[in-house]
């Protein structure tokens, strides 16, 4: 995005700034379910209707705190993963990993806001989903690029898929990850659903009195979805032709 040129638009591109900022502290302290446009205007010292001139409804608001979550955590793993070798497959999908994590611990209400309750009443429009697929394009990246290395090795076979899920597969791979099989683009999917299921369930509040240590826990278990997608490091996995 181009910076403001203007004083108006610089005026304009500070307040938008501040009221997201007042909304995501009302995030934290009231839910999504609570965001309000005159409790925002409210933090602010502001009239409601001036708040209005910058965000027509609470949903517009709402889908831009959205739109500015995904493209953060998007960064984080996008980031994460560029800093590894990028032949080193297992590497650049544990950075990633780690990176996801690290971002929803340090931004919980901001995760649930993405991967939590749906917000009564709201409907995300279209502009969410390229960044909501940020992520998923990292992952899929790092599975796509050792399958074109033809260093992808599957664990054990896998059963016929369904004729439903052969379809999911294909509209992943064609969207994500171009050239893979159908049998890993699936284990890939899997493998993102476990990703974020083990993320919500750590901080949702689901391993209290169950998992003491949840760093080790997520180790272990990002481990063993690297695995499952079948990334091996490149020393220790010899070369392998497309099946």
């Given at each position: 995005m181009n910076a403001p040129r203007t004083a108006r638009q610089r005026v304009r591109a500070q307040l938008t700034?501040?009221?997201k900022?007042?909304?995501r502290t009302q995030l934290v302290r009231d839910g999504a379910a609570g965001l309000s446009l005159r409790a925002v205007a409210r933090e602010l010292g502001m009239v409601s209707s001036a708040v209005y001139r910058y965000f027509a409804s609470r949903d517009e608001l709402l889908t831009a705190l959205i739109i500015d979550s995904y493209d953060a955590?998007?960064?984080a793993a996008e980031h994460a993963d560029a800093t590894e070798n990028p032949d080193d497959h297992p590497a650049r999908w544990l950075a990633?990993?780690?990176?996801i994590r690290a971002w929803a611990v340090a931004h919980p209400q901001q995760y649930a806001l993405l991967y939590g309750s749906p917000v009564p009443g709201y409907r995300a429009p279209q502009d969410t989903v390229p960044p909501a697929t940020r992520v998923a394009a990292v992952l899929g990246g790092i599975v796509r690029d050792a399958t074109k290395a033809g260093v992808l090795v599957s664990p054990e076979p896998s059963p016929p898929l369904p004729a439903s899920m052969a379809a999911d597969a294909e509209r992943l791979r064609e969207s994500?990850?171009?050239?893979?099989?159908d049998e890993v683009a699936t284990r890939s999917l899997l493998a993102w659903m476990a990703l974020f299921?083990?993320?919500s369930f750590e901080l949702f509040g689901h391993l209290n009195n169950v998992v003491d240590d949840y760093s080790a826990a997520f180790e272990h278990h990002v481990h063993e979805l690297c695995r499952y997608v079948g990334l091996r490091s490149p020393s220790a996995t010899p070369r392998l032709t497309d099946r």
């Open positions: 700034s501040e009221i900022e007042a909304a955590l998007g960064a990633a990993c780690r990176a994500i990850m171009p050239g893979v099989a299921g083990t993320i």
